[in-house]
């Protein structure tokens, strides 16, 4: 394949989950998964195993640079990142034996309504409930949750950003910026756990395409971080939402194509 085009490929799948991670706590997968299957012809599973590669330094960077601004909950994070890795290895075990094009189709499904959810209705900061829950009942509430995160973060490589987030401040009432710090910090473990599981069941992919995703992947992600914690929560989430429109229409588009 054309050196060109694995460059190409990987710089714009690198910077549309670097955007998501950075700004909105979003998994590398909902971008890079779709995009690798659709232009590079890579394996599904493969993809998902690549995208969640990228998805842990990402998630690192973007997790320091909340963490540093204050807007990190690490007790929290904890509780749930135990339930979060149990379910991330079971989902990815019942990923593998599930028809390579149901995951595909699924991936550019999230990204495209991924994107009209942020469009519609941004994630902002909410009066929330947290300062009401008693730390047995958010103990609880987080280990549940947790356990359905991890199981799509593992079937589908999504890494449960956007479940995550919707949780934190739907259920628990975390602001948007904490929710996303939070967020990341628990994806950086998922996606480790996730890519590891995905290349013992399935292999390495190409060292070239992964190095390529991780890198761009981590470029933007720390770029859109700096600037998310200093943003106006409604814009950035309204960006980040067409971002991952066009990028779903445009896959489904090759898609009918091909």
Partial sequence: MNWWIILAVTFFAGMGAGLGTGFAGMSAAAVISPMLITFLGMEPYTAVGVA????????????????????????????????????????????????????????VFMTFL?????????????????????????????????????????????????????????????????????????????????????????GLPDWTILTLCVFFTLLWARIAAVFANKADPKTLNRAVGVVLVVLGIVILGFQFLA
């Avoid at 998630?59 to 690490?74: F, R």
């Avoid at 990815?92 to 995951?103: D, K, L, R």
């Avoid at 904490?178 to 990341?184: I, K, R």
């Fill in 114 to 202: 991924l994107g009209i959810r942020f469009i519609v209705r941004p994630v902002m900061v909410t009066a929330g409930t947290q300062g009401d829950l008693d730390r047995s009942t958010r103990i609880r509430q987080s280990l549940i949750w947790g356990a359905l995160i991890g199981f799509v973060c593992g079937f589908v490589g999504a890494g449960g950003g956007m479940m995550m987030l919707l949780v934190l401040t739907g259920f628990l009432g975390y602001s948007l910026k904490m929710a996303v710090g939070t967020s990341v910090f628990v994806m950086t473990f998922t996606a480790l756990t996730g890519a590891l599981s995905h290349f013992a069941i399935g």
């Fill in 52 to 107: 969640l590669a990228s998805d842990v330094l990402a998630s690192a960077v973007s997790a320091w640079t909340y963490g540093k601004n204050g807007n990190l909950d690490i007790r929290n994070a904890l509780v749930m990142l135990a339930a979060v890795l149990v379910f991330t290895m079971t989902g990815s075990w019942v990923s593998s034996v599930v028809p390579g094009a149901a995951m595909g189709g699924f991936s």
